[in-house]
């Protein structure tokens, strides 16, 4: 009952995010993919209500906090505007049959989802680090109605690491307060249910970059890579699957033909805050793949100015850590991310081990090919466009922050790059296949309104 | 490429399946763990919520392995963290090295994780296949 429950009150987050979501420019996404983008969406704004209210030194409560971030939302929903904007007129869904390639392509996809169900059903996904972490800061949190900086520093709750983004102790701790206690069980099961929201959502999304059939093949192959990643390195109940589905959606969004929009910019913006306010690595996408758009895509530059995309694109990121890092500096806590080293003391001396162990791990997950398989994809449809860098560039530098963060490891750190390369990579295979979607002929062409029947 | 695409994704989905448990069937764990590439946690796991039940809130704890094991030590006294929440975590100074056989300082309950626990004192309050759960004495 506690898991059904635990489970239920994450259904706020869809409602918090309607209010953006049914803004006539984002009919043309489909119902599907509004529904995810509103729980996404919403995950980001109550998480930043909640950690207003710790800034504010006010108690949590369910209803409090929710309403807060509907007006929030409200707010945002406001600097849409009420013009219907650019053709972004409903496709109807029904009026094309499927081919056979969706049909498949949406089975590879239900099958990952099985799979990645099943697993952690049966106890074979769990991460510990839900036990380590994620799930003791849900639940005291829950317990004191706010972050509990006592509890975090406490030097037995050294290893809590409590500069760490609040979104998933945050929406613990609001799931649990809504339950009447934490469910271990309930918090595994969003590792499966986040990779089903993206099974629904991407396709819909990436109809606008790409036509119907490679927008679905393209889906069914980040949604079945990430499962064979997810079962593989368990992760159900940690960071990693929210934060990939945070990025995915973001990235996928700026892929559109119509990412000019003022509207889909400031939704990949909030995606984005979600990414940074998830995990620390959530920052490196949610600063490069603005800066990329920015960069490779200005045709797709219809709004005013470039400042004002990015003030669009970064705003809500900047928004949402300086909350959080005014709630370390007005708690003492931390000032600054920090993992295992002093910043910028690199061991050089680790080079040769971090190049062996980190193709190592991704060899154990599947022997390397959730990772492999988007790659030969791209291998096998040619040169990069410009366009392709975008997701491209996005994984690069993520690889790359993550090598500088072993970098910095006192010790060899060949053993921490066993048990965490392959989950913190798992972005990686997502974006390769999205890259896919780029330049694979015309996206699907908007349906223009039908006429009103006429009353004769 | 959409048909090397599907041949893919339908590759990486059947490497999903092959993955999860079948052999376990549907039946419902016992533990989080059962299943996962940390079954190691399985016995900490299950004699840490059985202890739930003998150490009352408030009171504080240290997790003990028996043979000594540091690193499994450290991970143990985390999981004591999360399924004993309203408990204080007392665990040794050093997380993951070695320690001595005396009981840990400000720790009223000693779980030791293993089948054969030294005698460090104190009242056994819980014993079970996974360990023993002992309350300090009068000091």
Not at chain 1, 240 to 259: G, S
Request: positive net charge; aromatic residues 8%.
């Amino acid at each position: 009952v506690r898991e059904a429950a635990w489970l239920a009150a994450l259904g706020l987050l869809p409602l918090v995010g309607a209010p953006i979501l049914t803004h006539p420019r984002f009919r043309i996404l489909g119902a599907a993919a509004r529904g995810v983008l509103s729980a996404a969406a919403g995950a980001a704004i109550v998480s930043f209500a909640m950690t207003l209210f710790t800034l504010a030194r006010r108690p949590w409560g369910v209803l409090t906090v929710a309403a807060l971030a509907l007006v929030l939302a409200a707010g945002l929903r406001a600097m849409l505007g009420r013009s219907p904007g650019p053709p972004l007129a409903p496709e109807d869904a029904r009026a094309e049959r499927r081919s056979r390639a969706e049909v498949f392509a949406t089975f590879a996809s239900a099958l990952g989802v099985a799979a990645a169900f099943f697993a952690t059903m049966s106890a074979g996904a769990t991460s510990p680090d839900l036990f380590f972490f994620w799930g003791p800061k849900a639940q005291r949190f829950a317990a004191a109605r706010g972050v509990d900086a006592a509890y975090l520093a406490e030097p037995a709750h050294a290893y809590m690491h409590a500069y760490y983004p609040p979104l998933v102790g945050n929406l613990g701790a609001l799931a649990s307060m809504a339950a009447r206690g934490f469910s271990w069980t309930a918090a595994t099961l969003t590792f499966p249910i986040l990779l089903a929201a993206l099974a629904a959502a991407l396709p819909g999304i990436l109809r606008g970059t790409a036509g119907r059939r490679r927008a679905a093949t393209v889906s069914a192959l980040a949604v079945a890579a990430l499962a064979a990643v997810g079962v593989r390195a368990g992760v159900a109940g940690n960071g990693d699957m929210p934060l990939v589905f945070f990025e995915t959606l973001a990235v996928a969004l700026l892929l559109r033909e119509d990412a000019g929009d003022a509207a889909i910019q400031l939704l990949a913006g909030l995606l984005l805050a979600g990414a940074a306010a998830t995990k620390v690595e959530g920052l490196v996408v949610a600063v490069a793949a603005p800066l990329l758009f920015l960069t490779l895509r200005p045709a797709r530059l219809r709004s005013p100015s470039v400042a004002a995309s990015a003030a669009r694109l970064f705003a809500p990121t900047a928004a949402t850590l300086l909350a959080w890092f005014a709630v370390g500096a007005a708690t003492g806590l931390f000032h600054e991310y920090s993992e295992y080293g002093a910043f910028f003391a690199l061991h050089s001396e680790y080079w040769r081990s971090i190049a062996v162990s980190m193709p190592a791990a991704l060899g154990r997950a599947g022997f390397g090919l959730p990772y492999l398989v988007p790659l030969a994809g791209l291998l096998i449809s040619g040169r990069p466009s410009r366009e392709q860098w975008l997701p491209l560039g996005a994984a690069a530098c993520l690889i790359l922050f993550l090598v500088f963060a072993y970098l910095h490891h006192v010790i060899d750190p060949s053993q921490w790059i066993a048990w965490s390369a392959a989950r913190v990579l798992m972005p990686v295979p997502a974006l390769l296949a999205l890259a896919l979607a780029v330049g694979a002929g015309p996206p699907a062409a908007p349906v223009p309104p039908r006429a009103a029947p006429s009353p004769r | 490429v959409d048909f090397v695409l599907l041949a893919g994704a339908a590759l990486l989905a059947a490497m999903a399946l092959a993955a999860a448990p079948w052999t376990r069937g549907f039946a419902r764990p016992r533990t989080p763990f059962d299943a996962s590439s940390s079954r190691f946690l399985v016995p900490a796991y299950e004699l840490i919520t059985e202890a739930a039940a003998v150490i009352p809130p408030g009171a504080s704890f240290a997790v003990r392995t028996e043979p000594p094991n540091p690193p499994f030590q450290a991970l143990f006294q985390r999981l004591g963290v999360a399924l004993l929440p309203d408990r204080r975590s007392r665990p040794d100074p050093v997380p993951g090295l070695p320690v001595s056989a005396d009981w840990p300082p400000e720790a009223d309950f000693l779980i030791v994780v293993g089948a054969a626990p030294r005698d460090t004192g104190g009242e056994i309050v819980l014993e079970t296949a996974r360990g023993t759960v002992r309350r300090r004495g009068p000091r």
